[in-house]
């Protein structure tokens, strides 16, 4: 297990790197750099101005070299500074991650506590009217455009019935935390009905199949009841699959977050990458994204463990 | 993968009697009918690819150009010029709303066709050449799956095409936001249709037929194309159905974030951009492209949902 760890953690960090490079150069392809937007503002500067800055800040070296010296740097902490937020990197990025971690796992745990009840309901019984409601429900939920569905919630609980805030984390500092989850329904809500229904239809057909089984026959014959094989037999090897889709999907969710985000200016790292790749502010939006990318990855490597917990047969230590 | 059953049932009702026998493509329409979720959607989508396709016609009959900006006749209420009203600039909403379908629905299925070609030609390699090409492949759809997309795609959406040396004219076109999303969904679609088919390969390849053919010595691109690949062509269409809704929502949150087609040129997407602002004077604005993006998106996987029950009865 340990040696598996390791390994999957190396792996981790091959990613990471060969990530960063390639976002530094995509980055590096954005229109402007920073030295020509400050030129543009301010008409005092001459052109052997900018030229000297570019060579103060490096940037008239080779890419290739500007990345290792980025590197060297990153990896001993020191991320640089964000243009648009006048602070160190880390600075604005850590309280951003926070609040996506507590956007994504509500919604998470959400979708978790309706999707799999809801799955297994279906499968077992299909062809019912409560499996075609619960499919129809499914494919609405990933059919929906999830900007357009958070633009109707805002239409019906906000201006409509004014219920819940409609943007924004909190109503400022020392609103409390009953605010700051007011202020969470909406988002939460959006990003839930979306994930929930893929989750949906994988656990419904993960329980089909596994509901055809021969043990389940055994079961069935030596006169357990339906309930009892459902929950008892079926479930754990039904889970198999959906957690490797759980898996998988956690980029799924992190996309579905930064739409959201966007769509309720919930600060977190959704949104701070979207400013970032907008403002132009390149060193936030890099280290943005290889954040979001480690909490992806970490998040597989959490659902793998899962697996070989939820199944015997799996063993990781070679 | 066994060999058509129909294939089979045919034969032997042809051997054994007079009566006419069933072929597989009537057995399949007869399947596919039997969905009738799948075939009322098949029919919205041909109703709303016939309205996009005559959006320059119901402009002419409308007189109204989609484009003409008009800050004197903003928000107008529906009349019998405009039918579904206009927008802030004064532009009609219902002409320009059948030009975004023509957008989005262009974008979907070319970006969906494109995304199976890579998808299945990157499946049949590393399904059946295995070893190191197998595992390079692999790796890039695993990376690809796992990772959040959307921040990066935003990235590679907001790439400035002149610092790669892309000549200016092309950059200045109207439709390069088109090209460029095209380019954008296929890179993210393919990899579903490469998993699909590298698993259907590695099975295949096992099969007699294939060891029979290897053993009548016809190269590997010959059995990839003449052997494997009509047998991987169902799910390919099936999943490729399926991919087009999602396609499509790719491309309309890209352009809702602004960095997809770009206006003038209007898409379900960027019509959506100012709707959150100009939700209380506009409602209308913000529910109609919307309303368009759902209904394709969901038509287009009832109508997948249907193909795949009608190509492959054994599932479910």
């Known amino acids: 297990m340990l040696s598996f760890l390791i390994r999957r953690l190396l792996g981790a960090g091959l990613v990471l790197l060969v990530m960063s490079l390639v976002v530094y150069v995509l980055l590096g392809l954005m229109p402007g750099d920073p030295i020509d937007l400050m030129a543009s503002g301010d008409p005092n500067m001459t052109s052997a101005d900018v030229a000297r800055l570019k060579a103060l800040y490096g940037l008239d070296r080779p890419l290739l070299e500007r990345y290792a010296n980025w590197l060297v740097a990153a990896l001993q902490g020191d991320f640089g500074f964000s243009r648009l937020y006048a602070v160190p990197v880390l600075d604005v990025l850590l309280p951003r991650l926070a609040n996506t971690c507590l956007l994504m796992g509500a919604a998470f745990l959400i979708s978790l506590l309706v999707a799999l009840p809801a799955g297994m309901l279906a499968a077992a019984r299909p062809r019912s009217w409560l ?61 839930s009905i979306v994930s929930t229904a893929s989750l949906v239809r994988f656990t419904r057909a993960a329980m089909l199949e596994t509901l055809r089984a021969d043990y389940v026959r055994t079961a069935r014959a030596k006169g357990l009841s339906f309930r009892v094989v459902l929950t008892g037999h079926a479930l754990r090897n ?37 400013d970032a790749v907008m403002g132009n502010d390149f060193n936030l939006a890099l280290v943005g994204l290889l954040f979001a990318t480690l909490v992806t990855l970490l998040a597989n490597l959490g659902a793998d463990m899962v697996y070989a917990a939820l199944d015997p047969r799996i063993s990781y230590a070679r | 993968m066994p060999a058509e059953p129909a294939h089979a049932a045919a034969l032997a009702a042809g051997r054994g009697s007079a009566r006419r026998p069933t072929s597989p493509g009537r057995l399949l329409l007869r399947r596919f009918l039997r969905h009738h979720l799948a075939v009322a959607s098949g029919g919205v989508l041909v109703v709303l690819l016939l309205a996009s396709l005559a959006a320059p016609l119901v402009a002419r009959l409308l007189e109204v150009d989609p484009d003409a900006v008009d800050l004197l006749n903003r928000f107008a209420p529906a009349d019998a010029r405009h039918p579904l009203g206009t927008d802030e600039l004064g532009r009609d909403v219902l002409v320009r709303l059948l030009e975004g379908g023509r957008v989005s629905l262009f974008v979907g299925l070319t ?47 907001a790439v400035d095409l002149g610092k790669l040396g892309f000549p200016e004219a ?16 296929t890179l993210v679609g393919w990899t579903g249709t490469a998993r699909l088919v590298r698993g259907a390969t590695l099975s295949l390849r096992e099969q007699d037929f294939v060891r029979a053919a290897e053993a009548l010595g016809a190269g590997p691109l010959t059995i990839m194309r003449r052997h494997i690949l009509p047998n991987v062509a169902s799910p390919v269409i099936v999943a490729t159905t399926l991919s087009i809704g999602n396609v499509i929502l790719v491309e309309s949150v890209l352009s809702f974030l602004g960095l997809g087609i770009q206006p003038p040129l209007p898409s379900w997407g960027n019509m959506l951009t100012g709707a959150q602002e100009l939700i209380w004077q506009a409602p209308g604005l913000a529910v109609w492209p919307g309303c368009l993006i759902f209904l394709t998106v969901i038509s287009f996987n009832f109508l997948g949902d249907g193909l795949q029950d009608a190509m492959d009865p054994r599932a479910d």
């Open chain 1, 131 to 191: 499996d075609y409601g619960i499919n129809l429900f499914a494919f609405a939920g990933f059919s929906i455009p999830s900007f357009w569905l958070a633009l109707l919630l805002i239409l019906l609980f906000a201006v409509e019935l004014g219920w819940l805030p409609a943007s924004g984390t909190s109503a400022g500092a020392g609103a409390g935390w009953l605010d700051r989850l007011r202020h969470l329904v909406l988002p939460v809500m959006t990003l």
């Open chain 1, 238 to 274: 039904a889970m198999i699959p959906v957690v490797t889709i759980l898996a998988l999907d956690f980029g799924t969710l992190f996309s579905g977050a930064l739409v959201v985000e966007t769509m309720f200016a919930h600060l977190g790292m959704g949104k701070l990458i979207y």
């Open chain 2, 111 to 157: 970006g969906a066709v494109a995304a199976a070609v890579i998808g299945t030609a990157a499946g049949l390699l590393a399904g059946y050449l295995g070893g190191r090409t197998d595992a390079v492949l692999m790796r890039l759809v695993d990376a690809v799956i796992a990772l959040p997309l959307l921040p990066l795609l935003i990235v590679l959406a």
């Open chain 2, 170 to 185: 092309l950059i200045r076109d109207e439709d390069a936001s088109l090209w460029r999303i095209l380019v954008i969904v």
